[in-house]
């Protein structure tokens, strides 16, 4: 079935570090793709997305590349903040139509040490 | 004001018990999910609704039920709680629109304790 994988977390980084949280998928068809972030006590809230192969999605500083040779949707930043420390989902949106419905990542928590 | 309201935000009960959470939005939109999010599985749905009348149900609806009351009310009942029903509760909206991958707006949770 259709499903997206994370790397296991938590990732622990200094700030200034550079940042990659690597992200594959398994879907039938040509899904688009989505970074969302959950701060602690808050829900998630998009961070990027990208609709076709090739796309690049950038927000704040992170950008992902949908590559569809490699099933790949991998989140980078080059310098990290202590504020990015909060838990990153990557999802998909499965076509056709126009449903909404989003199939999530296990997730992955970011701790930036000053 | 929050676009997306959860209510309660915290909520403890017992084994047995019926339980409504609550979900209200102001963003307009016509579609609402229910997530639940457990660690190490991300967030499953649970249900979802594209508008007052066209409810369905999502990968674990199972020992769940929910009522769409109107556009900006979206609610989910435990008609008979468990304890692996523990969870961090999340509801969500997104637009219809024209672009087929519209984002959707999370509630900050309700953390529920079925003891």
């Known amino acids: 079935g259709d499903s997206v994988t994370q790397m296991e977390g938590p990732v622990t980084l200094s700030e200034e570090a550079f940042l990659t949280i690597n992200c594959t998928y398994t879907?039938?068809?040509?899904?688009?793709l989505f970074w969302y972030v959950q701060y602690p006590g808050e829900g998630l809230q998009l961070l990027l997305k990208?609709?076709?192969?090739?796309d690049k999605g950038s927000n704040k500083g992170f950008e992902a590349t949908y590559r569809k040779e490699t099933t790949s949707f991998h989140l980078e930043k080059g310098s990290v903040q202590v504020s990015d420390s909060a838990v990153y989902f990557c999802?998909?949106?499965?076509?056709?139509?126009?449903?909404?419905?989003?199939?999530f990542g296990q997730g992955t928590t970011l701790q930036v040490k000053p | 004001d929050a676009d997306v309201t959860q209510t309660p935000r915290n909520r403890i009960t017992k084994t047995g018990k019926r339980i409504m959470l609550e979900c209200s939005q102001t963003?307009?939109?016509?579609?609402m999910y229910w997530y639940r999010q457990d660690p190490g599985l991300g967030l499953r749905l649970i249900y979802y609704?594209?508008?007052?009348?066209?409810?369905n149900k999502g990968e674990i609806s199972d020992g769940y039920s929910v009522s769409r009351q109107a556009q900006a009310k979206f609610s989910l009942s435990l008609e008979s709680a468990i304890p692996n029903q523990t969870a961090l509760y999340f509801c969500?909206?997104?637009?219809?629109?024209?672009?087929?991958?519209?984002?959707?707006?999370f509630g900050d949770g309700t953390r529920l304790s079925i003891l």
């Open positions: 990208a609709t076709k192969a090739d």
């Open positions: 879907a039938t068809g040509y899904p688009s």
């Open positions: 969500a909206t997104s637009d219809r629109g024209t672009d087929s991958n519209q984002p959707q707006h």
């Open positions: 999802a998909l949106s499965l076509p056709p139509g126009n449903t909404g419905k989003l199939i």
């Open positions: 609704s594209f508008d007052v009348k066209d409810i």
């Open positions: 963003k307009g939109h016509d579609r």
